[in-house]
């Protein structure tokens, strides 16, 4: 890709960008929230047209105007949201670009049986033969969800194989996986490109790494001779902060939120744990430990599912519903922003008030402009980019998506925060900016409850941890114990091991 310009609406998005992948490389892609760089991939993929610029594969000039196109000349795509189908199987899923057809009554039928054992081929050489090929993909989980998708992109010939923050929702040891699955296409001399905001993994897995920063290339490096420093300077523009580096008042008060012997069949199992005022408490699990169950329990989202005792400030409550939950003064943010965090065609502005529009109520109306002027101070606490409250939200990039959700709750009535993978898609910078905002709010006698996969920011950011493994709790720990504490702690799943 050589001199690629886009711009939306007017504004510049990408200006001048090349990106030049030889066959067998895993060139690593990064750059900060909004820098451009699905915007790039998917210009390559034709899912976006460009507005400059050529693309060319094996040194040929091509001109994708619809995703269908790329794929034929074996350009894919495995986009940063999910795309998959809930409602169909597995196989189904997996086969949704090119179905097997064979002879039917005069006109010709999907080949059911091919589909499945196709399918079946693939994950069982994918190392998941766990997953059932008739099974609803909605009944699956999110990371399982996510081997689906790289089944599909991998059940035609890419040449190119291009991958938008694959592991942003898998743990590590899935996240290993997926390299495997990369090293074999290494192997076999497709290009990938692997766009992702874990530095680990990157320097793990890529032969060259890519920066972009604010829609321009601002670095190429030779993996195995960079270092983090210089590559975190180009992605920020300037000398990275410590992550973790933050510091509180360290004034703790009384307890906010009580649980005692927390319970959901199947998912969580008498679990005890006390948050207080000023402090932050992290719990790491894998994905399957509990950790996708317990804010929900504890917010009232899952119905009377829930056993168990919880008090917030002193008082009993019943989490039976989530409207309970945030008049007791909860404030929820999900994990999956798609399904529970925010609505795509509304403003930036609108999903931050949703929550709490009483608040905005001025006379008998709401008002716009008192809206407006706290959208405007959020998107400026947090440093949300974007062109202003009234952009909509499904043209954020992920990660300052991120930002709107945990913004939303930022107002005096919630005393508890709870919040799932907080920094999930978000990059380095912005990552930094959520950890100092939750200790700020911390400071400002707010309990937070920190639900994460991710072991280094649990390690990091808690005044306590705890670790959750098969709905119990298996640790705790005091600020400072290093990460590879906590992950000793959780009994590794065989299935993981197996892999
Ligand atoms: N369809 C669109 N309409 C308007 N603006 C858009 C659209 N798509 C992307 N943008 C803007 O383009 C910029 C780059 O977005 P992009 O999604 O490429 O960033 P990114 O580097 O992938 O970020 P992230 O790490 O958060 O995923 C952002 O400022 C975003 O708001
Ligand atoms: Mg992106």
């Not at 997926?178 to 074999?184: K, L, M, N, T, W």
């Amino acid at each position: 890709m050589r001199g690629i310009g886009k711009s939306f609406g007017g504004v510049a998005v990408l200006a001048d960008v090349e990106l030049v992948v030889q066959p067998g490389e895993v060139m690593a892609l990064l750059g900060s929230n909004g820098a451009g760089k699905s915007t790039l991939v998917k210009i390559l993929t034709g899912v976006y047209t460009r507005d400059a610029g050529t693309v060319h594969v094996d040194g040929e000039a091509v001109v994708f105007p619809d995703p269908r196109a790329a794929v034929a000349s074996g350009v894919r795509l495995l986009p940063q949201e999910i795309s998959v189908m809930g409602d169909m199987t597995v196989a189904e899923n997996i086969s949704l670009a090119d179905l097997p057809l064979k002879r039917g009554p005069g006109f010709p039928v999907v080949d059911d049986r091919t589909m499945r054992e196709r399918s079946r081929a693939l994950l069982d050489q994918l190392g998941f033969a766990s997953i059932g090929v008739d099974t609803l993909v909605k009944r699956l989980s999110v990371a399982e969800q996510r081997i689906v998708e790289i089944a599909r992109a991998l059940a035609g010939k890419a040449r190119v194989l291009v991958m938008d923050e694959p592991t942003a929702a898998l743990t590590e040891q899935e996240a290993k996986l997926i390299f495997r699955i990369i090293h074999r296409l290494k192997e076999q001399q497709v290009a990938v490109v692997y766009i992702s905001h874990y530095l680990n993994e990157v320097f793990e897995i890529s032969d060259r790494i890519a920066v972009l920063r604010d829609g321009r290339n601002a670095g190429l490096y030779e993996t195995r001779s960079a270092s983090r420093g210089e590559v975190l300077a180009a992605m920020l523009g300037r000398v990275a902060d410590d992550l973790y580096d933050i510091k509180g008042s360290g004034a703790v008060g009384d307890e906010v939120l009580t649980v005692a012997d927390l319970s959901v069949p199947g998912k969580l199992d008498g679990v005890d744990l006390s948050v207080r005022s000023g402090e932050i408490v992290g719990v790491f699990g894998l994905i399957g430990s509990g950790i996708e169950t317990l804010g929900r329990a504890v917010y009232g989202a899952l119905g009377p599912a829930t056993t168990g005792t919880v008090l917030v400030t002193g008082a009993a409550y019943r989490p039976e519903s989530a409207r309970v939950g945030k008049a007791r003064g909860i404030g929820f943010v999900a994990a999956d922003r798609k399904r529970e965090g925010i609505i795509g065609d509304l403003t930036v502005r609108e999903n931050m008030v949703a929550p709490f529009q009483s608040r905005y109520v001025r006379g008998l109306f709401v008002s716009k402009t008192a809206e407006t002027e706290q959208a405007r101070r959020w998107i400026d606490l947090l440093g949300i980019r974007t062109r202003g409250p009234e952009q909509v939200m499904r043209t954020l990039s992920g990660g300052n998506q991120q930002k709107v959700c945990v913004s939303r709750w930022l107002v005096d009535s919630v005393k508890l925060l709870i919040l799932e993978e907080p920094t999930r898609g978000v990059d380095v910078g912005a990552r930094h900016e959520i950890y100092l905002e939750l200790r700020a709010l911390a400071d400002r006698g707010l309990a937070v409850l920190v639900l994460s996969s991710d072991v280094e920011e649990v390690a990091g950011i808690g005044d306590r941890a705890i670790v959750l493994d098969r709905g119990r709790i298996v640790g705790r720990f005091d600020r400072g114990t290093p990460p590879a504490a906590l992950m000793a702690a959780t009994t590794n799943d065989p299935a993981f091991n197996a892999a």
